[in-house]
């Protein structure tokens, strides 16, 4: 059986969170707004001093502070989403 770093999983789980809250408001504002300003929130997002602070620590509040994008983007229709990319697929 193999060990893992629980420092690198947390790294690991926090950068894939950090990616799907930018990749989720790039939704959500696109809804809304242009392509331009979809883009220009994505980046804000993915450049916060709060990501950049906490991507790099084994702790849970980069979880949280990525969650509130998620589960907008999740409560404004992109399960949606997901479940029409599904039957595209399958």
């Known amino acids: 059986m193999y060990f893992f770093n629980p420092y ?3 790294l690991i789980g926090n950068i894939a ?11 959500l504002v696109e809804k809304w707004f242009d392509r331009f ?3 220009t929130t994505s ?5 916060g001093t709060g990501f950049i ?5 084994p702790f849970n509040y980069l979880m949280a502070w990525a969650l ?3 589960v907008l983007w999740y409560t404004r229709g992109g ?11 399958g």
């Not at 602070?53 to 620590?57: I, K, L, P, T």
């Open 53 to 57: 602070f906490y991507a790099a620590q």
């Open 68 to 70: 509130i994008p998620i």
């Open 43 to 47: 980046y804000l997002v993915a450049t």
């Open 17 to 27: 969170l950090w990616w799907a809250a930018s990749v989720c408001t790039f939704s």
């Open 79 to 89: 399960s949606t989403i997901l479940i029409a990319a599904g039957r595209e697929l």
């Open 37 to 39: 300003v979809a883009y």
């Open 8 to 10: 690198y999983v947390f």
